[in-house]
């Protein structure tokens, strides 16, 4: 399986029994359908391991707009699709096999949106008290949005991880 971004070798480690696909040449990754959500908490061992290794093989690449194919499938170019409702983080997902390229550093901000269960629960239970009804100012690329929303209060969440990790 060669890297998307520099055609040298991926290299299979397990993190927590979990297959990964590492770039040592650039610092990117390849992960299996599903595999993305074993990693994108900071706080889980896993996702702490595997960001730690790829820091070390952290390249800048000049060309990262460039459409990647995927690794595993022949001829099959890589979607760009925005990880979060908040567009802050992009990854490259394969519409052939669910399979997620993620390049140096994009596992590290896509970590930076996450909250623990904790913080979810405790959130969750003062926003359902004190709010019948949500309102965000100064942000209104989100609240255009707002009515389409089914689920408001998970959209309160992913805006509320965003604004913590801010400061
Ligand atoms: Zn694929």
Redesign the pocket.
Known sequence: MLCPRTQSTLKKINVGRVPVYVSEACGGVFLENQTLKQFECPRDERGEALVKHLRQFHTELNSLQHRVN????DN?V?LRRFYSPLHVVEIDE??????IWLDAGELEKLQSLMLNEKERALLRHDLMREHDTIEIKGLPHIRDNWHKRSDKVDAFFDIASYITNLF
């Open positions: 995927c690794p595993v499938c099959t890589m394969c519409p052939g096999c669910g399979g």
